[in-house]
């Protein structure tokens, strides 16, 4: 059984890399369309609870769960967005210091999956992100547990791969289906990206006019 230490708020997280006590406090955020599932999943991970009845998110919410990855402890802040349209401004503010976005849709809804892109453009305008190329992206496919699908997972996994090769999730915020294994590989992703800059910093070289010099790799 899960052991949550939640917390809820709605003040934006300080940027950047910061401790809480002894974790790696990282900050996610989900985006994507209104009714997909974004705080049942949020809920799910942090209260292991479902509910059939959420109310459309105004603005942003938090929670926080604690969890150990590969050996490191890391308090996740789990921020929650508004998918509707009318509370974009609301929500925009909220990007800044985030360290992975979790793009999310619903199978059974074409239209939330096509509107991805525009979630990722939304997010990479409005957040402070330094390096767009190496910004850690995890997408979320939800409701695997409905029957009637408009999107398969052959296409999401298409997408995925024309857009930064992120990783994807089929999940299931009823079921709980995938919700860990999810929020897990952001927090990877995350600690990836981390280790992959700091490789690059190591390896790089000065030339002679004081310019580093360094090589990049495939993603893939
Ligand atoms: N069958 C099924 N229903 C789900 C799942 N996840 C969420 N729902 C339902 O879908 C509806 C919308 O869920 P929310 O979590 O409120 O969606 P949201 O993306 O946060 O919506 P906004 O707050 O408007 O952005 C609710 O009725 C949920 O119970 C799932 O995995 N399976």
Not at 39 to 56: A, C, G, I, K, P
Not at 160 to 170: A, D, L, R, V
Not at 184 to 203: C, K
């Amino acid at each position: 059984t899960k052991q949550p230490q939640t917390q809820t708020g709605h003040q934006p997280a300080p940027a950047g890399r910061i401790m809480s006590g002894k974790s790696l406090l990282l900050k996610v955020i989900l985006l994507g369309d209104g009714g997909v599932g974004k705080s049942s999943l949020m809920n799910r991970y942090v209260t292991d609870r479902f509910d059939s009845q959420s109310f459309h998110t105004i603005g942003v919410e938090f929670l926080n769960r604690d969890l150990e990855v590969d050996g490191r402890l890391v308090t996740l802040q789990i921020w929650d967005t508004a998918g509707q349209e009318r509370f974009k401004s609301l929500r925009t503010p909220f990007y800044r210091g985030a360290d992975c976005c979790l793009l999310t849709f619903a199978v059974n809804d074409l239209q939330s999956f096509q509107n991805l892109g525009c979630w990722k453009k939304e997010f990479m305008y409005y957040s402070d992100v330094k390096d767009p190329e190496r910004f850690p992206f995890v997408v979320l496919g939800n409701k695997v547990d409905m029957e009637q699908r408009e999107v398969g997972e052959d296409e999401a996994r298409a997408w995925c791969e024309e857009n930064g090769c992120c990783p994807y999730f089929e999940t299931s915020a009823k079921d709980d289906t995938n919700v860990t294994a999810a929020f897990e590989a952001a927090v990877r992703e995350v600690l990836a990206a981390e280790d992959q800059i700091d490789h690059t910093l190591l390896s790089s070289t000065i030339d002679l006019h004081g310019n580093r010099k360094t090589s990049r790799t495939s993603c893939c």
